[in-house]
C-alpha cells in the first residue's frame, strides 16, 4: 500500500468504527433515458485503522447487499435476485483500501471493491471534513467521497429494450458515500 498522507492538523492514530446514524451509502442509475433511480443501502459497516505513520492507515467495508431500499419494495426485491445482486450467493459487497491521498482535505482512496464474486479496483474521491470531539467526549471524523462503477463489469448485466430505443437502466452507477467515524476507546 502506497498513501500519502500528509500531517493533517487533525491526525489521530486509533481504531475507527462507522456512526451509521450519520452516516449513507447510496447509489443511483440512469433510468429510461431521463432520470436517475435512487436507493440507499441500510446495514454496512466501516472500520478504519490509523497508525502512528499516517501512511499506514487502512479501510475496509462490508455492506449487506440484502439491506438495499430504492423505496419501492417490489424493485427491492428485483434487485436481490440473480438479475442484479444475487444476494443468496453473494450478500456483501465489500471494499479494501490499497492507497489513501490525503492532500489538505482533499482525499483519494483506492481500493478493491467486490460485488456479485467479481473483484475490481476502484478510485473513490472527495472530501476530509475533519475530526471534532462531541459534547459527550466521544472523537468523531467525517469525509465524503463517490466513484462511478460500470455495473456490467461486475456482472449486473439485466436490461430491457425500450419501444422508443435504448434500454431500462444506464450502464454507470454512482455510488456515493457520506461517512462519520467513532474513534474506538
Do not use: C
Not at 16 to 45: A, C, M, N, R, Y
Amino acid at each position: 500500500m502506497t498513501n500519502t498522507i500528509e500531517t493533517h492538523p487533525d491526525y489521530r492514530t486509533g481504531t475507527w468504527k462507522l456512526d451509521p446514524t450519520h452516516s449513507e451509502l447510496s447509489f443511483s442509475v440512469k433510468h429510461l433515458k431521463i432520470s436517475k433511480v435512487k436507493g440507499t443501502f441500510e446495514t454496512w459497516d466501516v472500520t478504519v485503522v490509523t497508525g502512528e505513520n499516517p501512511n499506514d492507515t487502512t479501510i475496509e467495508a462490508t455492506v449487506d447487499v440484502a439491506s438495499v431500499n430504492t423505496k419501492q419494495a417490489d424493485r427491492d426485491n428485483h434487485l436481490r435476485t440473480s438479475d442484479f445482486f444475487l444476494v443468496e450467493a453473494h450478500p456483501n459487497m465489500t471494499f479494501k483500501s490499497t492507497s489513501i491521498a490525503l492532500k489538505g482535505d482533499d482525499l483519494t482512496i483506492e481500493g478493491d471493491l467486490t460485488l456479485r464474486g467479481v473483484t475490481l479496483p476502484v478510485t473513490l474521491k472527495g472530501e476530509f471534513g475533519g475530526v471534532i470531539t462531541d459534547d459527550y467526549g466521544r472523537t468523531k471524523a467525517g469525509a465524503a467521497v463517490s466513484t462511478v462503477i460500470n455495473r456490467q463489469e461486475f456482472g449486473v448485466s439485466w436490461n430491457a429494450a425500450l419501444e422508443a430505443g435504448g434500454f431500462t437502466l444506464g450502464d454507470d452507477v454512482t455510488i456515493t458515500i457520506d461517512l462519520q467515524v467513532d474513534l474506538q476507546p
